[in-house]
């Protein structure tokens, strides 16, 4: 099971951190993601993390701003959200699964139930 959290309503510039709790199965089993959902729109893939936590991929739209990030000790997962921009804002999901840094939401086989993040002057 994922718990996601940490989503809120910011101003543009300003900086989020969400974070992902696992349970059921240790973290270090699954390389695990971030994927966004905008009104409207498909469901985006944002930045994914090895099992061990040393290898991560990014969207282009989110490079140099974005961090994801990996605890396998505490079985959590984090995004550290910087620069936020109004096109950030989405409901934004936590996935885990078995595939190596999948950036297609056909990778992962557990989902989180989504944070909402608004980003708006």
């Known amino acids: 099971q994922l718990q996601a959290s940490g989503g809120g309503s910011v101003q543009p510039g300003a900086s989020l951190r969400l974070s992902c709790a696992v349970s059921?199965?240790?973290?270090?089993?699954?390389?695990m993601a971030w994927f966004r959902q905008a009104p409207g729109k498909e469901r985006e893939f944002v930045a994914t993390?090895?099992?061990?936590?040393?290898?991560?991929l990014y969207h282009d739209s989110v490079k140099g701003r974005f961090t994801i990030s990996k605890n396998n000790n505490q079985n959590t997962m984090t995004l550290q959200m910087n620069s936020l921009k109004p096109e950030d804002t989405a409901v934004y999901y936590c996935?885990?699964?078995?595939?190596?840094?999948?950036?297609?939401?056909?990778?992962?086989?557990?989902w989180g139930q989504g944070t909402l993040v608004t980003v708006s002057s």
């Open positions: 996935a885990a699964g078995p595939s190596i840094l999948g950036q297609d939401p056909s990778s992962y086989y557990y």
């Open positions: 059921g199965r240790p973290s270090s089993a699954f390389t």
């Open positions: 993390i090895s099992r061990p936590g040393g290898s991560s």
